[in-house]
């Protein structure tokens, strides 16, 4: 079965930081463009970030841009979110999905279960 997983979230105040994982068991993550999402209390799903298949181009939404590094680590089948300078309007589920091409997660039935991040004082 095919399963993604997401650790990493927490309570942090803002400026802090985190670090999201997002790991596949069931599939090589290398072969799928990976997206970053987050869903706050209220609004839509955001896409905050989307790497396409095997790293070649690695995009971010405008609140993010700066603050917010996505990785591949190969060697353990893993993506990851770095996240700095945390504000509270970064507060959310954060969810990761796979899907061929970037912009296309949407129709994907490839998603995590989320993990929550809280930015406050």
């Known amino acids: 079965q095919l399963q993604l997983v997401e650790s990493g979230g927490g309570l942090v105040q803002p400026g802090g930081s985190l670090r999201l994982s997002c790991e596949s068991s069931?599939?090589?993550?290398?072969?799928?463009?990976i997206g970053w999402f987050r869903q706050a209390p209220g609004k839509e799903r955001e896409e905050v970030s989307c790497i396409s298949r095997r790293g070649g181009s690695i995009n971010y939404a405008d609140s993010v841009k700066g603050r917010f590094t996505m990785s591949r680590d190969s060697t353990k089948n893993t993506v990851h979110l770095q996240m700095n300078n945390l504000k509270p309007e970064d507060t959310g589920v954060y969810l990761c999905?796979?899907?061929?091409?970037?912009?296309?997660?949407?129709?994907?039935?490839?998603w995590g279960q989320g993990t929550q991040v809280t930015v406050s004082s």
């Open positions: 999905a796979a899907a061929l091409i970037c912009g296309t997660h949407s129709g994907s039935p490839y």
């Open positions: 069931g599939f090589t993550l290398d072969y799928y463009a």
